[in-house]
């Protein structure tokens, strides 16, 4: 099963994750201040019968793979790297 990984711990991709800085994402990232701003709700990966999908939906922008990402989808493949501020999640098949 398609998962995102931060550090030891994996999240399988089901229907829609949301990843930030609230509460209430799937995947919570901590914004410590300083570089790298995390908004509430940074992203969302949506699967579905196409594949794994990223959307970006803040101002700042996401990394994939070092690529700039901002307020736009791509889909993701096995290995793909994905940073938010300081944070380094992983996508594996």
Avoid: K
Avoid at 5 to 16: H, L
């Amino acid at each position: 099963m398609p998962s995102i990984v931060v550090g030891d711990r994996s999240y399988p991709c089901t229907g829609v994750l949301t990843i930030g800085r609230g509460p209430t994402c799937d995947i919570v990232l901590p914004w410590t201040g300083g570089r790298g701003y995390i908004a509430r709700i940074q992203a969302q990966v949506t699967v579905d019968a196409t594949g794994v999908a990223f959307r970006d939906l803040s101002d700042d922008g996401s990394f994939i793979n070092d690529q700039w990402i901002c307020n736009r989808t791509v889909t993701l493949a096995d290995g793909d790297r994905i940073r938010i501020g300081v944070h380094e999640l992983v996508f594996v098949v």
